[in-house]
Each structure stands twice: as structure tokens, then as C-alpha cells.
């Protein structure tokens, strides 16, 4: 008996998904080794500890799939992106990856809409909610960066900045959660 409840187009797509969590996973592990060698290690850790959640998010699809009865396939993985030639390029590659990330991640949800898979709906909605976090972590990211002064900045601003995302949260605040009291 064939217990797959997904339809081929979506199996593809999430297993594709699950693929694309793990090159951005990939990425961000790159991006962290270029920082750490470059001296910013508060950075590295912040990218690499984004690096990992990118993988659990792989994971996440990965055990989707099986349980609706499909088969992820693991593909080859393309090439992260050549090193940044600066922390803004840094960054801004960060948010770009995120921002084509919930393009593929609408798309996925447009096709379970589409064919009324409401198990999927619903299981993309995490990831609705997960990538504004991560835009927004990301566009912060650029914001702290301006601040520091940019390409322009000093040592003792990038000192602080360096420290600052060392130690920063790895959720963005989200707008859901906002009150009058604590904006
Ligand atoms: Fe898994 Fe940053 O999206």
C-alpha cells in the first residue's frame, strides 16, 4: 500500500528545500571562517551559530517528508559563495540568502495552497515565521554594521561590534509579539 500523502511535485519541493537549508548552512559556515580568520571571532560565532540553525531547519524538512510517508534525497550541495571582500558584503550576502530563502519558502507554500495540502500549510507556516525572524536578524546585522560607521569604520567600533554579536541573541525580536509597554 502506498502511504505517501505528499504528491510528487511537493515531495520534490520540500526535499529540494531541505537541500537549500543546507547550502545556506554551508554558507554561513564559510562566511564564519572567512570573519574568524579576519579577527572577528564575535562574528564568526554569531555566523556560526547560524550556520547550525540553518542545518536544523534542514532537518526539520528532511523529518517532514519522512513522516508523510515520502523520501527526502540528499543532492549534491553547490559551492558557497567566494569569500566576502568586506563586513558590508558580508552582510549584505547574509541578507540577501535570506531574503531568496523565503521566496523559496513561499513558493512551497503557494503549491501546498494550490493542492489543498493543509498538512503542509500548516507545516510551512513555521517557516513563515521563521524567516521574518531571520530577515530581521539579518537587516539588523546591516543597521549595527551603518552604525559602526561601515566599510569606514574604526577598530575600537568593530571592536564593539564584534563583542556585541558575540553576545547577541539568536532570535530576532518578532512584531507579533509587541506590546505598548515593551515595543
Ligand atoms: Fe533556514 Fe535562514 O532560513
Not at 495540502?117 to 531571520?134: G, K, P, R
Not at 536578524?137 to 577598530?155: E, F, H, P, Q, V
Request: glycine share 4%; hydrophobic share 35%; charged share 25%.
Amino acid at each position: 500500500m502506498n502511504t505517501n500523502r505528499l504528491s510528487p511535485t511537493l515531495e520534490k519541493a520540500l526535499s529540494d528545500q531541505m537541500n537549500k537549508e543546507i547550502l545556506a548552512s554551508h554558507t554561513f559556515l564559510s562566511y564564519g571562517i572567512w570573519a574568524d580568520d579576519k579577527g572577528y571571532q564575535g562574528i564568526a560565532n554569531f555566523l556560526y551559530r547560524h550556520s547550525q540553525e540553518e542545518r536544523n531547519h534542514s532537518i526539520k524538512f528532511m523529518e517532514y517528508v519522512l513522516n508523510r510517508g515520502g523520501k527526502p534525497k540528499v543532492d549534491a550541495i553547490p559551492a558557497p559563495p567566494k569569500d566576502p571582500e568586506s563586513l558590508t558584503e558580508c552582510f549584505d550576502g547574509v541578507f540577501k540568502h535570506e531574503v531568496d530563502n523565503t521566496t523559496s519558502i513561499y513558493q512551497i507554500v503557494d503549491m501546498s495552497l494550490a493542492e489543498k495540502d493543509w498538512a503542509t500549510w500548516n507545516f510551512m507556516q513555521w517557516f513563515v515565521q521563521e524567516q521574518i525572524e531571520e530577515e530581521t536578524l539579518a537587516s539588523n546585522l546591516i543597521d549595527k554594521l551603518k552604525i559602526a560607521g561601515g566599510d569606514r569604520a574604526t577598530d575600537e567600533s568593530l571592536f564593539t561590534l564584534d563583542k556585541t554579536l558575540q553576545e547577541a541573541p539568536d532570535d530576532a525580536p518578532l512584531a507579533q509579539e509587541a506590546t505598548g509597554a515593551n515595543p
